[in-house]
Nanobody, 126 residues
Framework: VQLQASGGGLVQAGDSLRLSCAAS????????VGWFRQAPGKEREFVAC?????????YYADSVKGRFTISRDNTKDTLFLQMNSLKPDDTAVYYC???????????????????WGQGTLVTVSS
């Protein structure tokens, strides 16, 4: 599957932003899909994910719970990340990722995802 992330930009603290990730090439609904982010000088970290098929379980990093909402539209092969109440600490390159075989206990580990988008930069000014 090929992934194309978009929607990043420069916003002020407290603003909202919606990221999109368009998928192509395979049955999108059969993939666990998620968002990761990487700030300068830091490791890539988990943000949120949705499990595949009818499971649909959703997971969030503690740092974004209550502010970010992940969703997917399988009819349009698109993944979304609605980000509200943005903080300067949310500044990072955001990547979408997918994999058809991740088990629930591994969804937080970026090494378990075999398909990645190119990343979109989110900058939050104070």
């Amino acid at each position: 599957v090929q992934l194309q992330a978009s929607g990043g930009g420069l916003v002020q603290a407290g603003d909202s932003l919606r990221l999109s990730c368009a998928a192509s090439g395979r049955t999108f609904s059969g993939y666990t899909v998620g968002w990761f982010r990487q700030a300068p000088g830091k490791e890539r970290e988990f943000v949120a994910c949705i499990r595949r098929w009818n499971d649909g379980s959703i997971y969030y990093a503690d740092s974004v719970k209550g502010r970010f909402t992940i969703s997917r539209d399988n009819t349009k092969d698109t993944l979304f990340l609605q980000m509200n109440s943005l903080k300067p600490d949310d500044t990072a390159v955001y990547y979408c990722a997918a994999d058809p075989r991740i088990i629930a206990s591994s969804v937080y580990d970026p090494r378990r995802y075999n398909y990645w988008g190119q990343g979109t930069l989110v900058t939050v000014s104070s």
